[in-house]
């Protein structure tokens, strides 16, 4: 019987694959360390599967039919665009049902609980002894091959999403015939490509090894009355405590959440017994630091021995252990705090609910002030001469925050990423003593962008921020636009305006780096893809992903990160990059390059020519008419 795709199929495979990466993640914790690429995969697909089924809700795409909206041909080729597509959506389904067969056929068989979503478990010892001999895919392949099987499905669901979104976008029918063309020559592509995957790829897995292997270290902290004091220089999560977050119980007698990774001559950790003694608070949360170090806090973390909330410091993270931390861990861990906070019918500066936008903000990282914070004197506002000033402030914190949409927890962490806003909050809250504003606003908030002009006066010292978006609230929340203004902050010392200055510039970068990481604002996504090696001048990156983005003024911006979040690419393309006579793509406008070392510290680099050499690929680069055909198709 012929297989004719339709949105039930599209709605079957996303929770199949759901349901399969769940299994991979309960059952990891019997099971090798390269199941992790596989669900990680898993999680990718059903993000792809999602983003199809709302293009079809939305008419953006016809599944079953072809591309969105094209003008039939009339040739005798039609067809074939249908074809391209059901095979696609066909050679998914295949190999999500085979998978899935094997994971029953595999897997420990739990009751279902109020917390769980299905009986699956952790692997039996068949699968833990004999792993590699299983054969994973319905070629016999192995594990490799099927997560590289996983990755071609995901790129090719994402190919057919740029062709919708392209031609929407642009305006332009194109026949039946030139589309199903494009689908297949760059699906033809990735299926060559796809071969040069064939590698282990466990390297950003939270590893079953010992952790001195894989690098997966930070240096642990904590904040005393004496300042901020180190408690194990080579500190890791237990492998097995992400297990705690998936709320089974199961799990629950994994007791400890850290472990001390230095060793004595005997082989014993000396800080063993100081890092185990904190655990998870039912008000914990992480937050990322700005600045040039990566590192992490952990709000009200549970001290066992005195009983105390304490705060926690995550630093000199290895780059290899950047990607898995943060987001199979600590952003993981944000949402579920704020999904806990605002369950309970109240926002706070951790996460809120926007009214405006519908959306879930959830505070993803901030400028630590621990002078200024308590030391402003007075903030002056002026708009076109016009002054206002206010003394008695209470506190001020920068905040950046992160945005997903409001709705049911279970399903959001991995089918829809975090996106962060383009700006950061400057909070300034004043002292309700001030009887001379009994009727004023209750706090100010400024909105700091990437290209926010900063002075510091020194010698006054003194904090100037030039035309700044601010807003006023009440102590009836609600809210007061006052535009554009100028800001001047007013502070105790000389010491304190410094460290106010310096972390406002380190939050301004943030932004910058951001605004080169994601799609800004007047951008739309042309292209997303995975590919197995990109190779330029300068360095080799294994397994990146690359993003084409379309401004509003027709420009085209190359985006390319390493998979392990160590290596950031960000060039604007030539005008003629298409077109160029030579027929060579021209790599050679300027390009930042954001480059975590290996201990833990963040350059920018700015390269005024860009590359004279750029390949995106497997074992040969994209070419540029297979990039031509997929933007303007």
């Known amino acids: 019987m012929s297989f004719t795709p339709s949105i039930g199929d599209v709605v079957l495979m996303t929770q199949i694959a759901w349901k399969l990466a769940q299994a991979f993640t309960k059952g990891r914790k019997s099971a090798p360390a390269e199941f992790c690429e596989v669900e990680n995969q898993l999680y990718s697909l059903t993000a792809a599967l999602e983003a199809i089924r709302k293009a079809q809700a939305r008419g953006d795409l016809d599944v079953g039919t072809t591309p969105p909206k094209f003008v039939s041909s009339g040739s005798e080729d039609e067809p074939y665009g249908q074809n391209t597509i059901t095979n696609m959506l066909q050679n998914c389904l295949q190999t999500l049902k085979h998978l899935e067969g094997i994971v029953k056929k595999y897997s420990v068989i739990l009751q279902p609980t109020a917390?769980?979503?299905?009986?699956?478990?952790?692997?039996?010892?068949?699968?833990?002894?004999?792993?590699?001999?299983?054969?994973?895919?319905?070629?016999?392949?192995?594990?490799?091959?099927?997560?590289?099987?996983?990755?071609?499905?995901?790129?090719?669901?994402?190919?057919?999403?740029?062709?919708?979104?392209?031609?929407?976008?642009?305006?332009?029918?194109?026949s039946v015939e030139k589309?199903?063309?494009?689908?297949?020559?760059?699906?033809?592509?990735?299926?060559?490509?796809?071969?040069?995957?064939?590698?282990?790829?466990?390297?950003?897995?939270?590893?079953?090894?010992?952790?001195?292997?894989?690098?997966?270290?930070?240096?642990?902290?904590?904040?005393?009355?004496?300042?901020?004091?180190?408690?194990?220089?080579?500190?890791?999560?237990?492998?097995?405590?992400?297990?705690?977050?998936?709320?089974?119980?199961?799990?629950?007698?994994?007791?400890?959440?850290?472990?001390?990774?230095?060793?004595?001559?005997?082989?014993?950790?000396?800080?063993?017994?100081?890092?185990?003694?904190?655990?998870?608070s039912q008000l914990t949360f992480p937050v990322q630091l700005a600045g040039k170090e990566r590192s992490w806090i952990l709000y009200k973390t549970t001290d066992t021995i005195t009983n105390q909330l304490v705060t926690l410091y995550i630093a000199k993270i290895h780059p290899s252990y950047i990607h898995s931390l943060e987001e199979t861990i600590l952003q993981d861990l944000a949402i579920r705090r704020a999904d806990l906070i605002l369950s309970q019918g109240s926002g706070n500066s951790l996460c809120y609910a926007s009214a405006d936008t519908e959306e879930e903000r959830i505070l993803a990282s901030l400028g630590e002030l621990k002078i200024a914070q308590k030391s402003v004197e007075s903030v002056t506002f002026d708009n076109g001469g016009r002054t206002y000033s206010r003394k008695y402030v209470d506190n001020i914190q920068i905040l950046r925050y992160q945005t997903m949409t409001l709705g049911p927890t279970i399903g959001r962490r991995q089918t829809e990423p975090l996106q962060p806003l383009d700006y950061a909050e400057v909070l300034i809250t004043y002292d309700d003593q001030d009887e001379a504003a009994q009727n004023d606003v209750v706090s100010s908030i400024l909105h700091l962008k990437r290209n926010t002009v900063l002075k510091l006066e020194d010698s006054h010292a003194l904090v100037k921020v030039d035309s700044i978006f601010t807003m006023g609230i009440f102590m009836d929340e609600h809210t007061v636009s006052l535009g554009e203004v100028n800001v001047a902050i007013q502070l105790t010392s000389k010491e304190a305006a410094r460290e106010l200055h310096k972390k406002l510039e380190d939050m301004r970068m943030e932004l910058f780096i951001g605004s080169l990481r994601y799609p800004r604002s007047d951008e739309a996504v042309a292209l997303h893809l995975q590919v197995a090696t990109v190779e330029c001048d300068y360095m080799s990156i294994s397994d990146a992903d690359i993003t084409v983005t379309l401004d509003d003024q027709g420009k085209h911006r190359l985006i390319i990160e390493s998979r392990n979040k160590c290596t950031l690419l960000s060039q604007v393309l030539a005008e003629d990059f298409f077109s160029s006579p030579s027929g060579k793509p021209d790599y050679s406008r300027p390009t930042y390059v954001v480059q975590y070392e290996e201990d833990g510290t963040r350059n920018v680099y700015k390269y005024e020519r860009g590359f004279r050499y750029l390949s995106l690929g497997g074992r040969q680069g994209m070419p540029r008419p297979v990039l031509l055909r997929l933007i303007y198709n």
């Open 115 to 174: 917390s769980s979503t299905h009986g699956l478990g952790s692997w039996n010892q068949y699968v833990i002894k004999n792993w590699r001999k299983i054969e994973w895919t319905t070629e016999k392949g192995d594990l490799s091959t099927l997560r590289n099987q996983i990755m071609m499905h995901t790129n090719s669901l994402n190919l057919l999403l740029g062709v919708a979104v392209n031609s929407q976008a642009a305006g332009i029918r194109r």
């Open 179 to 280: 589309s199903s063309d494009m689908i297949k020559e760059l699906y033809e592509w990735y299926e060559d490509n796809i071969k040069g995957l064939n590698r282990d790829r466990s390297d950003d897995c939270i590893s079953n090894t010992t952790p001195s292997h894989t690098h997966h270290i930070f240096e642990l902290s904590i904040q005393t009355s004496r300042g901020r004091e180190t408690i194990c220089p080579r500190a890791h999560f237990n492998r097995e405590w992400r297990k705690i977050l998936s709320g089974g119980p199961e799990y629950q007698e994994i007791e400890h959440m850290l472990a001390c990774d230095c060793r004595r001559h005997d082989g014993s950790a000396p800080h063993q017994a100081a890092v185990q003694r904190y655990k998870l």
